[in-house]
């Protein structure tokens, strides 16, 4: 167990829905990542958060947004959903966000649009 | 741009056999950090070691060893006497520095390790 929580573990839900992951990082680390891992593209970086602000950006779609609350905790919220976003999403957390600091995941959130 | 290439897509072993999954990475930078995670049938990522660009040691962790070669841009995993509770997806991941000393990492595609009784 890494420490890392996401919620909910499985989510089924139709095209051009909106849903909202939900993620809580490991007890005092600042920083969240975002990564999406399909079949296609493999596991891919979205978006990192450290102590509430946007850090960096990757491969994130423009109807994908993120944000990072006081407590820490982090959404993704996923919009206009289309079958291609059917993925397992994965949140992790680390102490600062350098490069000394290791990433350690949660157990994902599997994505199914049908 | 950062490459990570683990050109074994599945592997597939009988218990007690060595096996050695092969990480091959492409950088520009002179300091930078590599990973390997474990993902296995379950889901989640297991972080399994991190080695840094100036650390060029081998490292061992119980059946688990390392060979990190610069000269080849490689860093190898090896797992001695395997078993099945070995079986997984392994991925090599290797740091991709952001402005503002931001990290994100670069994973392979992986390799799928088949350990049979």
């Known amino acids: 167990d890494s420490g890392v929580t996401q919620t909910p573990k499985h989510l089924i839900t139709a095209t051009g829905q909106r849903v909202t992951l939900r993620c809580s990082p490991r007890?005092?680390?600042?920083?969240v990542y975002w990564y999406q891992q399909s079949l296609d593209q493999g596991l891919q970086f979205l978006i990192q958060?450290?102590?509430?602000?946007?850090?960096a950006k990757g491969n994130i779609l423009e109807r994908f947004s993120a944000q990072q609350f006081p407590d820490l905790h982090s959404e993704l919220n996923l919009s206009s959903l289309e079958l291609g976003d059917s993925a397992l999403y994965f949140c992790?957390?680390?102490?600062?966000?350098?490069?000394?600091?290791?990433?350690?995941f949660g157990p994902g959130t599997r994505l199914t649009v049908l | 741009a950062q490459k990570v290439t683990q050109a074994q897509t599945e592997i597939s072993v009988v218990e007690k056999e060595d096996v050695t999954l092969d990480c091959v990475y492409e950088?520009?930078?002179?300091?930078?950090?590599l990973f390997w995670y474990k993902q296995p049938p379950s889901g989640e990522l297991v972080f399994l070691i991190r080695?840094?660009?100036?650390?060029?040691q081998n490292e061992i962790s119980g059946r688990y060893s390392w060979n990190f070669q610069k000269s080849t841009s490689s860093f190898n995993f090896t797992i001695t006497a395997s078993q099945v509770v070995d079986s997984a997806v392994y991925f090599c991941?290797?740091?991709?520095?952001?402005?503002?000393?931001?990290?994100?990492?670069?994973f392979g595609k992986g390799t799928k390790l088949t350990v049979n009784p």
């Open positions: 992790a957390s680390s102490v600062g966000g350098s490069i000394t600091d290791t990433q350690y």
């Open positions: 007890s005092g680390d600042l920083s």
């Open positions: 958060y450290y102590n509430g602000e946007e850090r």
């Open positions: 950088t520009r930078d002179t300091t930078y950090y």
């Open positions: 080695r840094n660009s100036f650390d060029e």
């Open positions: 991941a290797l740091s991709d520095p952001h402005q503002g000393g931001s990290e994100k990492l670069v």
